[in-house]
């Protein structure tokens, strides 16, 4: 008798997992496919992302970076963070914009118009060339829309009115 219900045990196991394996096989097979689609994915990814960093050097590179002051110029320049900010303000740029103008990293403008570092002597000669153009140049050769003024309302003066008695 044990034969007989170790047979019985056996056949159900073995059309249980046949049951499963039908069941589940589809689903593997997606599995299977997704897969393969993410790998491929990430890979175009990668691809991408290497060429938009091979871009970016290449912009950096040419970008519109000002002829540089001559050094007798550049010698008798001083420069304070004051001074950067008060230049930056009267071209009407950002942080960034002054950054990509003079191919450095913002953080490089920040800190110099935070007085915590200065310019490096071939970033300082372009500054004081920067410092002979005028708005329009910088956003010309930035590419970029002038800044459009914003109107104001003229305040008025309002006067009280006495109550009446």
Request: proline content about 7%.
């Amino acid at each position: 008798m044990p034969n007989f219900a170790k047979a019985i045990k056996e056949e159900i196991t073995r059309l249980a997992k046949k049951e499963v394996k039908k069941a589940s096989g589809p689903l593997n097979d997606r599995v299977r496919r997704l897969s393969r689609t993410v790998s491929s994915q990430e890979k175009k990814i990668a691809r991408l992302e290497k060429t938009v960093a091979k871009q970016e050097k290449e912009l950096r590179q040419a970008a519109p970076v000002p002829e540089a002051a001559p050094p007798e110029e550049v010698k008798k320049a001083r420069i304070s963070p004051r001074l950067v900010k008060s230049q930056r303000k009267r071209l009407k740029l950002n942080q960034n914009q002054l950054a990509e103008l003079l191919n450095v990293s913002v953080a490089a403008v920040r800190s110099w118009e935070q007085g915590r570092a200065t310019p490096k002597d071939d970033t300082m000669a372009t500054f004081v060339a920067v410092r002979k153009l005028k708005p329009g140049e910088v956003w010309e050769r930035l590419g970029i829309e002038p800044p459009v003024k914003k109107k104001t309302r003229k305040k008025t003066k309002r006067t009280r009115r006495k109550k009446s008695e």
